[in-house]
C-alpha cells in the first residue's frame, strides 16, 4: 500500500468457492527493522499510520459482508508486544516450542487492540525467533510463531529441524486448523480453533 511505513502492507481477499464474494482475509504487515528513535532500543514497531490503515480496511470489509467481520489472518515478521505480555499469565493458553524470549519491540502501538476491537482477526503468525513455533491465546486472537525455514545461522538448533506453520481456512466458519510441518514430512502440533481452547 502506497503511502504507508513500510513497504509490504497490503490486504489479500480470499475468495469464496463459487467466486462471488469475499469469503476471509489475509492482513500482511512490514514490522519494519530497528527502532528509528534514539530514546528507544531495540526493534521497531508497526506504525500507527499502519493501525490506522488496518482498521479502516477492516471496517470497510466489515461493512461490505453485511456488518460481520470475516474471519481473518494477519502475518508479519517480528512479534508484537503482547507476546512478550501474554507469558506473565499463568492461566494462559500455550502449545508448542518456546526456547527463547520473545524479542518484541518495547513500544506497543496498538495493533493487538486494534485487531480485538475490529473482531476479525483469529491468529497473528510471525517469525524472527528462531528457536520459538508455539501458539498462545492473547483475548480470544492465537499468537502464532512460524517454523524455522532458513538455512544455517548462528542459532537454529530447533528441535525436529526446519519446518513451516500451515493454516487451513473452512469456507464459511470462523475457525481454522494450524500445524507444524517439519522438513522431513511429519506434522507436529496439529491445532484446531476455537475447538481447542475449550477448557471442558
Known amino acids: 500500500e502506497d503511502n504507508l511505513t ?3 502492507n497490503y490486504v489479500l481477499p480470499v475468495r469464496s468457492s463459487n467466486g462471488k464474494k469475499t469469503a476471509s482475509v489475509i492482513y500482511v504487515f512490514d514490522s519494519n527493522g530497528y527502532s528509528q528513535m534514539e530514546e528507544v532500543d531495540g526493534y521497531d514497531w508497526i506504525a500507527y ?3 490506522l490503515w488496518y482498521k479502516e480496511k477492516s471496517k470497510v470489509l466489515t461493512a461490505e ?6 474471519p481473518a489472518l494477519a502475518f508479519f515478521h517480528i512479534p508484537l508486544p503482547e507476546y512478550r505480555d501474554v ?4 492461566n494462559a493458553f500455550l502449545y508448542g516450542l518456546r526456547k527463547e524470549k520473545p524479542c518484541s519491540p ?8 486494534a485487531m480485538v476491537q475490529s473482531r476479525d482477526v483469529m491468529a497473528v503468525s510471525v517469525g524472527h525467533d528462531h528457536v520459538n513455533d508455539y501458539i498462545a491465546e492473547w483475548r ?3 499468537l502464532c510463531y512460524g517454523r524455522y525455514t532458513g538455512g544455517s545461522t548462528v542459532y537454529n538448533d530447533v528441535p525436529g529441524g526446519n519446518g513451516a506453520r500451515v493454516f487451513e481456512l473452512t469456507e464459511g466458519e470462523r475457525s481454522f486448523k ?10 507436529i502440533n496439529m491445532f484446531n480453533y476455537p475447538a481447542d481452547l475449550s477448557r471442558d
Open 87 to 90: 507469558l506473565n499469565d499463568q
Open 6 to 8: 513500510g513497504v509490504t
Open 178 to 187: 494450524t500445524w507444524i510441518r517439519l522438513k522431513d514430512g511429519v506434522v
Open 106 to 113: 518495547e513500544v506497543n502501538s496498538g495493533l493487538a487492540l
Open 49 to 51: 499510520d499502519q493501525v
Open 140 to 142: 480470544n486472537i492465537m
Open 65 to 70: 459482508n453485511n456488518g460481520n467481520p470475516l
